[in-house]
């Protein structure tokens, strides 16, 4: 749902690299075996960011295995699995069918009320075992949503609901760490509906759709700053937690991968003008 949270492979270990397929690839495992094979289709690397996250703070008995798989039949892939693979494949669930319902409101897409369709039981399932995010998922989302159809020109507060959102699905259980993780939550849902505003703002803009920056006059640097404080205080909840094991792999993601496809499109945006500027 989010594609933010992912790791700059450029600035991993060859080791880091294959902890992080690794995971991933248990997370795709789980989802076939926990959700149903059709809700491999719904993986994403945010939620391999979580596995990871909850790992190397909790510190579970992990499970490393290789296998085949449809995708890689000819030689088998290293996977790692522990207890919060299952609460990542849940989630991956939920937020995907939430997704596919968003996409079919917006644009009556029929592959999207198909997926919703496809992801209905598994969701049910998953709103069973985790009642208290699925709910937090659903009243924020719809939040959101009355926020849109109002056509609210201030991103703030859809934004805070976001990170409201997000902060509930960062907590697994209420334990010691539960605000903590809780508080670093919130503000990366704030920074991911920001910076998805702002990679989408030329192309909502092209095409009429609703975006909380279009009626804004907001200049790249003082967006980027104003994203930079957000992620600031993101960072500042993470470092608070007692993290050993994947942490130069974790900080990779908040301290440089988020920021990858923003910087692409900026980049890109560059190239463009230039040529322009040429002819």
């Not at 248990?26 to 979580?50: I, K, N, P, S, V």
């Not at 949503?145 to 976001?162: G, I, W």
């Not at 902060?167 to 259980?173: Q, R």
Request: aromatic share 8%; glycine share 6%; with cysteine.
């Amino acid at each position: 749902m989010f594609g933010y949270l992912v790791a700059n492979l450029e600035d991993a270990s060859d080791q880091e690299k294959a902890r992080y397929r690794a995971a991933y690839c248990g997370l795709c495992r789980t989802l076939g075996g926990r959700c149903g094979q059709r809700c491999r289709l719904a993986l994403t690397y945010d939620m391999a960011f979580l596995v990871l996250l909850h790992g190397s703070l909790y510190e579970p008995e992990e499970t490393q295995d290789q296998a085949r798989c449809l995708l890689h039949p000819l030689s088998p892939h290293d996977f790692v699995q522990t207890r919060f693979t299952g609460y990542a494949a849940d989630l991956t669930v939920a937020l995907a069918y939430h997704k596919c319902w968003d996409d079919w409101h917006d644009d009556r897409n029929v592959a999207a009320r198909t997926g919703a369709a496809a992801l209905a039981k598994p969701y049910r399932q998953v709103r069973e075992r985790l009642p208290r995010q699925c709910a937090a998922i659903e009243d924020e989302l719809a939040a959101i949503a009355r926020l849109e159809q109002a056509n609210a020109p201030a991103p703030d507060e859809a934004a805070r609901c976001f990170g409201h959102l997000m902060g509930e699905l960062f907590v697994v259980e209420q334990d010691p760490w539960s605000e903590t993780l809780r508080s670093m939550g919130r503000h990366l849902g704030r920074f991911v509906y920001l910076m998805d505003a702002a990679c989408d703002l030329e192309h909502d803009q092209k095409h009429g759709s609703y975006n909380p920056l279009s009626t804004l006059d907001v200049v790249p640097a003082d967006l980027e700053a104003a994203l930079s404080v957000i992620m600031g205080e993101a960072t500042a909840a993470f470092e608070k937690l007692p993290l050993e094991q994947d942490l130069h792999l974790l900080r990779n993601v908040l301290y440089g991968g988020v920021w990858q496809k923003y910087n692409a499109q900026r980049k890109k945006k560059a190239v463009e003008e230039h040529e322009r500027h040429d002819r």
